[in-house]
């Protein structure tokens, strides 16, 4: 048994590290690959669609032809709905958890609710909308009903990223803060916030940019199939580029397929615009960072 | 020995026991003399640092199961659930064994105390940080850098900008839980030297990170041995007659 436990290896183990960081190599990089792939195949296919009159025009032609402003529009508007009601509720939520919350029964049935909300699928979101806000409180099929269904939706991911930030900056800084007759709120609002926000506003990018690209939760509560004007107040149904997609991909018979990737390509476009932002945001504050 | 001084806080039959059962102190009473260095020193678990953090109330934030007796500071009993604690901790100040600078500049670090107490002009903000780091002997080195960073400058200025923070609100009591521990020799001799300078103005409560610490700084020494006060004396009484048979095997370096 002893000479066999210090026996040499097969392989020795320089070689194994070797080999060993290879497979990883390859390994990340196959995960790379399919995003690569997939936005040079939609740049490649959208571009050629997008003009001026594209982006800034209406559809014509039962959307055959023309631009997709109010779908443009619409996301914006949504993307931005979202934001007022989810915003303010999850970070408030988030610094509640992280900061005030005893760790109790109660906490954990609550933070068990929010990992909770985070598994539910869109489309059931999409009902739960219909069913509350286009129907029980009569919103109607809105951007406001729209952008509490994609709030409620975008909430969970919000609090738990809140949480998080908040929890990474070190304890040693509320005690001295407190220490030095600070309240727990002015430490929180002085120190803590300020040294968490770029945790929390990547959350809640990262958050907002799931909301926009989302179809099922608008697809029963605000949005239309076909409106080519612009919505003018939050009570007006509106178009917006995911369920567009879906219904020039699937519902027009004839469609030019350079306006399906046009569309596809406008959408990711906004989308990773706000990742760009997020990581810019993130790599300025580790940057920046003290501790 | 002196005359009876002035007693700054009264500690009396104080008992502390954290949520987990641990009894961190028992029927401690003590008498801390103003203006002067007093040490509180005696092995790691002994319960200095509970003690200090009681006086200040810090220990709100950590989970203590039961206190009772109490402990007198201005007339008030600092125990008193009903007492005004921001007010309390801007009068106990106290530094931590590490170096913490808040993650602002150096000048804010200073200011911040006051800013929280509600002081906005700036003149004024700006000659209260330049006395506490000229009485925390920092000023000299940070003067032309006021807005860097404060993690930018070395521990041991760290430690004196921690000190200088303190000293802003101009407290009355200023406690220091090891504060060289972390520290070079050079910096821990101008902390040192410092404390000395500030006990005449200020009731400094030291906790030592060591022995030779403790009877070089101690104007007044208490001696601490899990979670009991084993005895307290003025001056250097302790290092050099200790009553108790285990002070004296403490100080003698024959365990700890």
Redesign the interface.
Known sequence: MESRRFSRPLIPPPVQQTLGFWLMRIISLVTVLPIVAVILYIIVRGLPAIHWEFLVGYPREGMRAGGILPAIVGTFYLTLGTAVVAVPLGVSAGVYMAEYAPDNRWTRLIRIAIINLAGIPSVVYGLFGLGLFVLFLGFGTSILASSLTLGIMTLPVIISTTEEALRAV?Y????????????RW?TIW??VL??SLPGILTGVILGLERAAGETAPILFTGVAFFLPRLPTSPLDATMALPYHIFVISTQVPGMPVQIQYGTVLVLLAFVLTMNLIATLIRQRARAR??? | MQPAQDVKIRIEHLQVRYSDGYESLRDVSLDIPANQVNVLFGPAGGGKSTLLRVLNRLNDLSDVAAMSGRVIFNGQNILDPNIDVVELRRKIGIVFSRPVPLPLTIYQNVSYPLEIAGERRKSRLDEAVERALRQAVLWDEVYDRLHDPATAISGGQQQRLCLARTLVLEPEVIMLDEPTSALDPVSTAKIEALLQELSERYTIVLVPHNVQQAARMADFAAFFLQGELIEAAPGKELFVNPKDKRTQDYVTGRFG
Not at chain 1, 172 to 182: C, E, K, T
């Open positions: 070190p040693s800084f509320r005690v001295v803060s407190i220490s030095l007759g600070a309240t002015e002085r120190i300020p040294q960072r003290q501790w």
